[in-house]
């Protein structure tokens, strides 16, 4: 069986509600920089690879009245935020131990991609990896999933799966990938080894 995991959210922490109350003390400013940063399409285009990070924090700045260099320090946050979660780790070593071929297919913008290959070590586990901003294309978009499975010749029915957004699954489905929508790595375990993925 391929098992594919998502990255942020489920190997690594995600929690921007956390990131910007850490940054930004103004509970209005706050919201702003949730809605017009995090919560922007430029975000999106990060995630893709199309925007540079540059004009980013400049498009950011004119939207949030935020400084440029403000958002630009709130940008570089973001990479070392994003800690690894030790529980889905040790999962990834237990499916991987039980003979199975892991892969990870991740909205990632190249800052935080680069940060994580450089400051963890649980790459090793991993057959093959798919990241947004290296190939142009994000979730849920049909065509990654159909990147991943011709990229790396997997069949859908013998693939899962795991993402902590539950858009993303549907397009995975529909490619004929089973799914799990990760809540933590005991619930993950547990629909793993009801896939047979885990004795």
């Not at 902590?164 to 619930?187: E, M």
């Amino acid at each position: 069986m391929n098992v594919v995991f998502d990255l942020g959210g489920v190997v690594v922490r995600w929690q921007p509600e956390q990131l910007i109350a850490e940054n930004f003390a103004d509970p209005e400013l706050r919201l702003r920089v949730r809605r017009d940063i995090i919560g922007h399409a430029d975000w999106l285009a990060l995630d893709r690879g199309v925007l540079g990070r540059a004009e980013a924090a400049a498009r950011g700045a004119q939207r949030t009245g935020l400084a440029v260099q403000a958002v630009t320090d709130f940008l570089d946050r973001v990479p070392p935020s994003l800690a690894a979660q030790p529980a889905t780790v040790a999962l990834m070593r237990r499916v991987r131990a039980h003979g199975h071929r892991l892969y990870c297919l991740s909205n990632m913008q190249q800052a935080s991609i680069a940060y994580l290959e450089a400051a963890h070590d649980y790459w090793d586990v991993f057959d093959g990896c798919v990241i947004s901003s290296r190939i142009k294309l994000i979730k849920p978009d049909p065509a990654i999933y159909a990147y991943l499975l011709e990229t790396f010749a997997l069949r859908g029915d013998e693939t899962v799966f795991i993402d902590d957004t539950a858009a993303n699954l549907p397009p995975a489905a529909a490619c004929g990938i089973r799914t799990i929508h990760f809540a933590d790595a005991a619930q993950c375990e547990n629909e793993l080894r009801r896939l047979g993925c885990l004795g």
